[in-house]
């Protein structure tokens, strides 16, 4: 029997990787160098779901600062430095994130669409010994538009669809996401929504048509489920 999962597509900070919170304190660390505090409430509520370009140019319109491109791509680069130092220190996978890619990778194709960079995501899944299972990787800058625009999940789904020589059913493929920005950005692409608790509590995520602590609690036969209801019951 066919099953009815085509793909699965993975955000990577809050879902593969336990690393929003070390986003943050670059972020913060970053930040305070130029005397601007940025607290978690602030962060978690406002910013969680843009890519790093994009959530400094976000931080200057709301307060009104007078940021240039240049002095935007200054601050990427120092955050960036700041965070590749706090990865070094060790493991950031989530618990069950890597048995669950390999079950995934082991029944359909698997990418990723997120808005960190590229380097960090490589230097992650290879230290797991996962990056062979990844059909494709959207990262920053990949697309004109970072979350909550469905360009990511939009172009990932194509790279899939190029790599798998077939045409994939959007409604048979999942999207898995700790945001809502995140999961806007996979609906805007038609695909199927799978929230984790990482980042937000279930009632935060909106659009989730199935919420679960996280990826140890997911399983390839609930993604078939998920996969069998039409647009209708959507």
């Known amino acids: 029997m066919t099953s009815p999962l085509q793909a699965v597509i993975f955000d990577f900070d809050g879902v593969i ?51 240039s491109d240049r002095h935007i791509t200054e601050l990427v680069a120092r955050k960036g430095k700041k965070l590749q130092t706090m990865l070094n220190g060790g493991e950031v996978l989530f618990p ?27 230097e992650i899944i290879e230290g797991a010994g996962l990056e062979d299972l990844f059909t494709t990787i959207v990262a920053s800058g990949d697309t004109p538009e970072s979350k909550p625009s ?23 493929c999942v999207a898995i996401e700790d945001s809502v920005w995140g999961l806007e950005s996979a609906r ?21 048509e199935l919420v679960v602590d996280g990826l140890r609690a997911l399983t390839i036969p609930a993604l078939e489920r998920l996969c069998r209801n039409t647009s209708s019951t959507r």
Not at 114 to 122: K, P, T, Y
Not at 158 to 166: E, I, P, V, Y
Not at 188 to 203: F, I, M
């Open 188 to 208: 805007g692409a038609g695909l199927r929504c799978v929230g984790v608790t990482t980042s937000y509590a279930a009632d935060q995520l909106t659009g989730a």
């Open 17 to 67: 990787a336990d690393s929003e919170p070390l986003h943050l304190r670059a972020f913060q660390q970053a930040l305070a160098e130029e005397g601007i505090a940025l607290d978690r409430a602030e962060y978690f509520t406002r910013y969680l779901g843009y890519d790093d370009v994009g959530m400094f140019a976000a931080l200057a319109r709301d307060r009104a600062l007078a940021m």
């Open 96 to 122: 069950g994130a890597a048995g669950f890619i390999r079950a995934a990778a082991a029944a359909v194709p698997i990418a990723i669409a997120s808005g960190a960079l590229r380097h960090e995501i490589v």
């Open 150 to 172: 469905p360009a990511p999940y939009l172009l990932a789904f194509k790279q899939l669809q190029q790599a798998s020589g077939s045409n994939l059913d959007p409604e048979r």
